[in-house]
Nanobody
């Protein structure tokens, strides 16, 4: 069992930055690849980015490439999402999730989910 708790969301002006954190419980953190998804009001939850067990590989949705950076600190059981050059369309609830596999952008491949953290970008 893995519990995930996101933090770091908030209200920010367009062009600003945020760093989201996802703290994981349990001693098997390195057994999971980790991903971030987001869900805007009235829209489906969409894949944003993922990082492999070791942190050596990452994948990004095209819409966030160059602005978002995922990283993980296994000593702290934490995954981070650095978001730069925020746009109003980035407004969403951001969720972190854990997968036993790697390289997936599909929600069904992720077995554990956090409760989400709200990011609101004003224009």
């Amino acid at each position: 069992q893995v519990q995930l708790v996101e933090s770091g969301g908030g209200l920010v002006q367009a062009g600003g930055s945020l760093r989201l954190s996802c703290a994981a419980s349990g001693r098997t953190f390195t057994s999971y690849s980790m991903g971030w998804f987001r869900q805007a009001p009235g829209k489906e939850r969409e894949f944003v980015t993922a990082i492999s067990w070791s942190g050596g590989s990452t994948i990004y949705a095209d819409s966030v490439k160059g602005r978002f950076t995922i990283s993980r600190d296994s000593a702290k059981n934490t995954v981070y999402l650095q978001i730069n050059s925020l746009k109003p369309e980035d407004t969403a609830v951001y969720y972190c999730a854990a997968s036993l596999d790697w390289g997936h952008a599909l929600r069904r491949e992720y077995v554990y989910w956090g409760q989400g953290t709200q990011v609101t970008v004003s224009s």
